[in-house]
């Protein structure tokens, strides 16, 4: 199986539409923690609706668009990050992610965010990577200030979930941002 560790005890693995029973006890496991902030903690009921969103995910790689994969602790289940979006052909792409309540506070989101963006930028060319959230969502912000993504603005209204508008706010790293944070933090700068 493929993995990337993030700390011990835990890994980022992919997600997919085969783990569908798994990922539906996963999310009612987490849908209260989630369900201010993501739509799909609302729509994932079962192991059918879970399978057909791992699969929306199988079918968004296969045509380069896409990716989903799970943080697991101990082998279990924690979370996951995505490419919610990714687009070859212009540069652009958007990584999010979801985490227990349990597995918060251990550095996770921010290890896997980066090993995301070391492969967007570093591998797959892409020139800029961006993180969406709900300014309101004290934790994601966090986590993209912690990365050193840089805060563009907000659009107002643009993400619905569960019958309210949530507001877009859009941090995001450039190619060369991230190489020369990267040269500055291993030479202590």
């Known amino acids: 199986m493929l993995s990337h560790p993030l700390a011990p ?20 496991q987490v849908r209260e923690h989630l369900a201010p902030w993501i739509p799909w ?5 079962d192991a059918e609706s879970a399978r057909a969103h791992l699969q ?9 668009e896409g990716r989903l994969y799970g943080i697991r602790v101990d082998g279990k289940l924690a979370g ?10 212009s540069g652009v792409c958007e ?19 980066r090993a995301m963006v070391d492969w967007a930028i570093d591998v797959r060319g892409m020139t800029r990577v961006e993180w969406r959230a709900d300014p309101s969502n004290t ?33 995001s790293m450039l190619a060369d941002e991230w190489h020369e ?3 500055a933090a291993q030479t202590g700068r």
Not at 80 to 89: E, I, K, N, S, Y
Not at 100 to 111: E, F, I, K, Q, Y
Request: charged residues 20%; proline residues 3%; hydrophobic residues 45%.
């Open 9 to 28: 005890g835990a890994e980022l693995c992919p997600l997919e539409p085969w783990q569908a029973e798994e990922f539906a006890a996963h999310v009612d």
């Open 41 to 45: 903690a609302h729509t994932i009921v």
């Open 56 to 64: 929306r995910y199988a079918d968004l790689q296969a045509r380069d």
């Open 80 to 89: 996951g990050t995505l490419f919610r979006t990714f687009h070859g052909q």
């Open 95 to 113: 990584v999010g992610v979801w985490l227990d309540r349990g597995a918060v506070g251990r550095g996770l989101v921010t290890a896997a965010v």
């Open 139 to 171: 934790r994601s912000v966090a986590v993209a200030e912690r990365l050193g993504f840089t805060f563009e603005g907000v659009l107002r209204q643009t993400f619905p979930v569960a019958g309210r508008r949530l507001d877009s706010g859009i941090w």
């Open 181 to 183: 944070a990267r040269a």
